[in-house]
């Protein structure tokens, strides 16, 4: 039986994906190992009160272990002194594994260079597979020479897909046979009694609900081949369906009561479409809350199931729907046509220099944890209005692009010849699926000219973006993106610019960095010459 070791934080986009709630995140993962007849050997996993992006020392923070195959929290205190505590259990830890005690880790949001640096390392001297989302940790850990077979960020997971790729990976890996186990552990009355409000989360839910602005951008792509103009039709009834969408994902969001809290946010969704996706976002995160709690009060008072399933989620959905169709929709909708014209306004005031500061300001942004808080919010509101997005096609130049023209730089030119192995696989993801731009951060962190030509060649992509006036969408294949913008020529151009941009500003990066290293270690093997007297 292999034995699996779990590792991670609560990490700062996972937190609104799962990793606020560890135990439910956690108990994801082990009910799959379980699934595939695995071993959960150990674990250490830390979690702070709010996203790493924005903790400090003084954040709330718990360590969970495993103890009886079940994660327990073992500390409770300040993040400073979390992390003091999981460094200790950190060289144990690499002690197992050089004791070949462990056959394979999942990671999560690691931190490779200190809370985790003796579990890594070990992990890289015994070449045991790992897998793990965090783009950031995950680049880091294929760039020291660790054994990554599968690696993502993020963004659109759950705790259950993430669960069921980490093993299928792992099974793979080793030729096992596994059937990822897709109920949930049941505990309902548990779930009931725990405070909703903070699973309240606006980020997380419109990260989520990506994939159905893709589907729908996708479809109005397709309307505009004239074999298919008739699809015109369904991109205005996808249009419609966001805000049930996001009305969907709040509400199972909120309440955590699955199949339950999707009725009651289908229901919550349809009396809210007028009020756009704010509205179905107002009226599924208010179908959870009633769903929460009027499911408890209904296993309070010991009703059928069939009755409590009625109650809570049908009539909760209809009460949340009802509010928002009378009242807060018309007010939502202006809210977020005020946006949209916010942005409209900036773009048709200067469209080259919107697109230069926007260009700029992204890199900074996700490294500064405000890309999915704020960029990507604003992203799917526009996109709610025509399908693609000003700021979206900001993020595909901006990021996606740039990224890939610096992994290309180093699988032409790498300054050592192990870089070219680590930015392959980030190249490859950035051009076929136009995401996973944190593969860029090793060699944005280790050379400063090759961070700021991303920001000055983001920038760049920005301007051409403003000046071809594109809008488009980034998280699809970069050859299907031209085709999903308003201009597919300018587009290309768009994305050209800012990837040659980067690719030859870090080649001439590396090639400096290469020649200083050569002389160098010239220098230092030059044999010493003696004067004579």
Not at 216 to 231: C, D, R, T, Y
Request: aromatic share 6%; net charge neutral; glycine share 12%.
């Amino acid at each position: 039986m292999k034995k699996i070791l779990i590792i991670g934080s609560s990490g700062g986009n996972l937190f609104n994906l799962g990793g606020a709630s560890p135990r439910k995140l956690l108990d994801e993962i082990l009910i799959q190992i379980k699934a595939a007849e695995l071993e959960a050997e150990d674990l250490l996993f830390v979690t702070a009160g709010e996203s790493m992006d924005t903790a400090n020392d003084h954040t709330r923070a718990s360590i969970y272990r495993l103890e009886k195959h079940q994660p327990v929290e073992i500390f409770n205190g300040n993040l400073k002194d979390a992390n003091i505590e999981a460094s200790k259990v950190d060289s144990y830890l690499a002690d197992r594994i050089r004791n070949n005690e462990v056959d394979g880790i999942i990671a999560m949001s690691v931190d490779p260079e200190g809370t985790n640096l003796h579990t890594i390392k070990a992990a890289i001297e015994t070449n045991i597979p790992i897998v793990g989302t965090g783009g950031t940790s995950m680049a880091m850990i294929t760039s020291k020479g660790g054994n990554v077979i599968a690696s993502s960020g993020t963004t659109g997971t759950t705790n259950r897909t993430r669960a069921v790729s980490f093993i299928s990976c792992l099974c793979k890996h080793w030729d096992i046979k596994y059937n990822p186990q897709i109920g949930g552990s049941g505990h309902k009355e548990e779930i009931a009694s725990g405070n909703v409000f903070k699973n309240i989360n606006i980020r997380g839910i419109m990260i989520s609900s990506l994939p159905g602005f893709i589907a729908m951008a996708l479809v109005l792509a397709l309307s505009k081949i004239p074999a298919l103009e008739g699809l015109g039709e369904v991109t205005d009834l996808l249009l419609k369906a966001l805000p049930v969408m996001m009305a969907v994902i709040a509400a199972k969001q909120v309440s955590e009561l699955d199949e339950v809290s999707i009725l009651s946010g289908v229901i919550a969704g349809v009396l809210s479409v007028n009020g756009g996706i704010i509205g179905g976002i107002i009226g599924g995160i208010g179908a959870g809350i009633l769903v929460h709690y009027l499911f408890g009060k209904c296993i309070q008072w010991r009703f059928p199931m069939t009755t409590v399933n009625i109650v809570a989620g049908g009539i909760s959905g209809l009460i949340s729907g009802l509010i928002v169709f009378y009242f807060i929709g018309p007010v939502a909708l202006k809210a977020g046509n005020l946006i949209k014209e916010i942005i409209e306004l900036a773009v048709s005031f200067n469209p080259v220099l919107a697109g230069t500061v926007a260009g700029l300001l992204i890199w900074p942004a996700i490294l500064g944890g405000v890309y999915h808080a704020a960029i990507l919010p604003i992203v799917l509101l526009e996109m709610e209005k025509t399908g693609n997005s000003f700021l979206g096609a900001v993020d595909m130049v901006g990021l996606v692009m740039v990224s890939a023209g610096i992994t290309l730089a180093n699988i032409l030119s790498p300054r050592d010849k192990g870089e070219a192995a680590v930015a392959t696989p980030g190249f490859m993801i950035n051009m076929g699926f136009g995401t996973f731009v944190e593969a860029a951060y090793p060699f944005m962190f280790s050379n400063k000219a090759v961070f700021i030509g991303a920001v000055l060649s983001a920038g760049l992509g920005g301007a051409m973006v403003g000046f071809f006036d594109v809008r488009g969408t980034a998280y699809v294949p970069s050859f299907t993106a031209p085709f999903m913008s308003n201009n597919p020529i300018g587009f290309i151009i768009a994305m050209a610019v800012p990837l040659l941009s980067a690719l030859i500003i870090t080649l001439i990066a590396n090639k400096r960095a290469t020649n200083k290293k050569k002389r160098d270690e010239a220098t230092h093997n030059s044999p010493l010459k003696l004067e004579s007297y």
